[in-house]
């Protein structure tokens, strides 16, 4: 029995799916501002606003002081509870060190952690200090973390020591900018690895006393690395001023509510992990939940029945192993205090929305936005029905529209509902990334007129909805994460035996897109199984598992165009045997 | 089924690793470390490696006793006791 066909369209809500008040219904959609929003948070004292007074200081001045802020879970167990007040003090003594070490503001502050309370002390103590932070993924390779720092300009990085002497002993030595890194993890004593600072030592000098930098809105806060199609990955530059989108969302995408316990799945070395693992809840005041392990099904079903989890944020990849896992292992527990799930990264599936109506007896809410967006634009708020396979609708304050652009590089705006165009948003919202640091002709080719061009291609149903359709480009969106293929193929290019690489991402029923290589060989070297398991573990020790293709073919020769470019395309097209399409440009031999 | 010896499976176990992850090599991971400390497998890769055990091993691992597969020698160790047909303790 196809039992998708017996579901309906719609998932309907009524008053009695809503456990408390949605934030958001009508009359506050209809009421929206953002200077009423903006109210809601306190800007510094004296003027200015920076995110580490919003998220921290005014609730451990206030009577949240004693609330658990972060609760902490320790991959082989434990458990650590750190109050408002306490994560005060903590990233204090931080954001003194970083100052005692020279660094001010706009110094660009680097982090390569696993989930440890260290992490969150040197992200908040960073902002406090007016520094940019810039969190890196710690399943990033040598190579990817290298070009990164080089990018940031990093001065500082915070890391691990197993991190460090893994994926940074080799490569430090070549960023220019880097004064100081500092290994988490190796106690009080300093000297741990020659030439880094000790994370314990360091903080044990500083004091728990520290003036917030008098940042304002427009000042850079956070630095995310995303991926395009060519080139090195872009990093995306954000403000201040973001706090406020920040607060809109958690309110009205997340529903959070004052007694909330949240939990946002995502590693903070990717945006996601950044925005709703550590801004998002803290702004709110609520209690956020870390889990220091990696994704294992028996143990989130744990963390969400006995740290009585009551809005849970996740990804696709992450719900489409859980379903692999089966239903019974979620019915095994109950949830009493769950009342919301949401979910980002890449569309989440009609089957895995309902699957959360099975599993938990509430559906899946899918929501959309990007690196450079800096916070939720398009989603499934509570009080919405959801029609499952569609990212929702735009959020209060943000407008968004489908666009066709034309020959002469023009754009036009598409009126008429289900016609597929790029995703284009209004400009001006305060989570709006800034920059590309260092490449202006990039960030300013995002924009046309008002509009920013998402590079999503999406359509919108009659009723406002919008539907993910696929990426105008040929970047790889793989368990959420872009990857940029040229990345990819520049480091299975520095093997020896590879002449020509191309990448592409190859549909996967669980994380959405895997990375797949096609490489061709130069004279002297035969394509064989011991020669592809080379080359993987090759890419792999490089890139790191985040990156790395998961899957290698040998060609003859890729293809490309007269111009010489290899047509990603038309590898993907021939691996999922479609057609080949236009193929004019394409040069005689291939 | 004829029982395999703990050398034998520490084999299977890492002929089972290299399609996944070919740097991990005997010679590279030591066995009484967590696996995933020492190289880099995400959360697609360590479903893939779970799976090709069990392909190559015809041994049925619950997604329930994924918190035993930690390190090398416990991995080993767990498969053991499966191949007995005991379930081990719920890990700590």
């Known amino acids: ?590 | 089924m004829t029982e395999m010896d703990a050398d034998s499976l520490r084999q299977a176990l890492f002929a089972a690793l290299r399609p996944i992850a070919p740097e991990a090599t005997p010679e590279e991971v030591r066995g009484d470390l967590p696996l995933r400390d020492q190289i880099d497998l995400d959360s697609m890769d360590f479903l893939h490696f779970v799976l090709a055990l069990h392909e190559r091993l015809g041994i049925d691992i619950p997604e329930s006793d994924y918190p035993h597969l930690t390190t090398i020698e416990a991995i080993v160790a767990y498969l053991q006791q499966r191949q007995r047909g005991t379930v081990p303790p719920p890990a700590a």
């Not at chain 1, 004593?189 to 030592?201: V, Y």
């Not at chain 1, 803290?282 to 009585?308: M, N, P």
Request: aromatic share 8%; with cysteine.
């Open chain 1, 1 to 590: 029995m196809n039992v998708a066909a017996v579901r309906p369209a719609v998932i309907a809500k009524t008053p009695a799916d809503q456990r408390v008040v949605p934030n958001l219904r009508d009359a506050e959609r209809r009421s929206f501002s953002w200077p009423a929003m903006r109210a809601e948070l306190d800007g510094l004292p004296g003027g200015g606003i920076n995110i580490a007074w919003e998220t921290v200081e005014r609730h451990a001045r206030g009577a949240r002081r004693e609330r658990v802020a972060l609760r902490w879970l320790g991959r082989t167990g434990g458990r650590r509870d750190i109050t408002y007040a306490e994560l005060s003090r903590a990233s204090n003594r931080f954001a003194n060190a970083l100052r005692g070490l020279g660094i001010g503001k706009g110094d660009r502050v680097f982090v390569l952690s696993e989930r440890v309370p260290e992490l969150y002390f040197t992200a908040l103590g960073t902002l406090k200090n007016g520094s940019v932070l810039s969190p890196l993924f710690s399943a990033f390779g040598p190579e990817p973390i290298r070009t990164r720092l080089t990018l940031g300009d990093a001065k500082v990085l915070v890391t691990t020591e197993g991190l460090y002497r893994k994926k940074v002993a080799s490569i430090a030595a070549g960023v220019p900018t880097l004064q100081h890194v500092v290994l988490i993890g190796t106690g009080q004593g300093t000297g741990a690895i020659e030439g880094t600072l000790g994370f314990d030592a360091l903080l044990a000098g500083a004091g728990e006393e520290f003036e917030i930098e008098r940042t304002v809105e427009e000042d850079p806060a956070l630095l995310h690395f995303t991926s395009g199609t060519t080139g090195t990955p872009k990093g995306a530059l954000h403000v201040h001023g973001a706090a406020l989108m920040h607060y809109m969302t958690g309110k009205y995408a997340l529903d959070l509510h004052a007694e909330d316990v949240f939990w946002c799945t995502a590693d903070p070395g990717w945006v996601t992990g950044t925005s709703y693992g550590i801004i998002a809840p803290l702004l709110h005041g609520v209690t956020s939940i870390i889990d220091e392990a990696d994704f294992d099904a028996q143990r989130w079903y744990e963390i969400l029945a006995t740290q009585a989890v009551s809005v849970w944020y996740t990804a696709p990849t992450a719900i489409r192993m859980l379903m692999k896992a089966g239903v019974e292992l979620a019915r095994a527990r109950r949830y009493p205090a769950l009342r919301f799930i949401a979910s980002v990264g890449e569309p989440l599936n009609p089957e895995a929305v309902w699957w959360g109506q099975e599993a938990f007896g509430m559906p899946i809410h899918d929501n959309w936005w990007q690196t450079e967006t800096g916070g939720i634009m398009i989603a499934n708020t509570p009080d919405m029905d959801i029609k499952p396979g569609s990212m929702g609708r735009p959020l209060p304050g943000v407008q968004a529209c489908i666009v066709h652009r034309d020959a002469a590089g023009g754009i036009a705006v598409v009126d008429e509902s289900n016609v597929e165009g790029e995703l284009a948003l209004k400009a001006g919202w305060p989570s709006m990334f800034r920059g590309y640091l260092h490449q202006e002709e990039r960030y300013r080719k995002c924009f046309l007129g008002d509009l920013y061009l998402t590079g999503d291609l999406a359509k919108r149903d009659r009723d406002g909805y919008y539907w993910f359709v696929g990426r105008a480009d040929d970047v790889i969106k793989s368990a959420g994460h872009l990857i940029g293929p040229f990345e990819v193929e520049s480091a299975l290019m520095e093997h020896p035996a590879v002449a020509e690489a191309g990448v592409i991402g190859k549909p996967d029923p669980v994380s959405g897109e895997t990375v797949k290589a096609f490489v061709s060989l130069h004279a002297g070297h035969e394509p064989s199984e011991e020669l592809k398991l080379t080359l993987l573990g090759f890419a792999r020790k490089r890139l790191g598992a985040a990156v790395a293709p998961k899957e290698i073919d040998f060609l003859a020769t890729l293809p490309r165009t007269r111009s010489g470019k290899i047509m990603r395309r038309l590898l993907k097209a021939r691996e999922l045997g479609l057609p080949e399409g236009d193929t004019s440009t394409l040069e005689a031999s291939a």
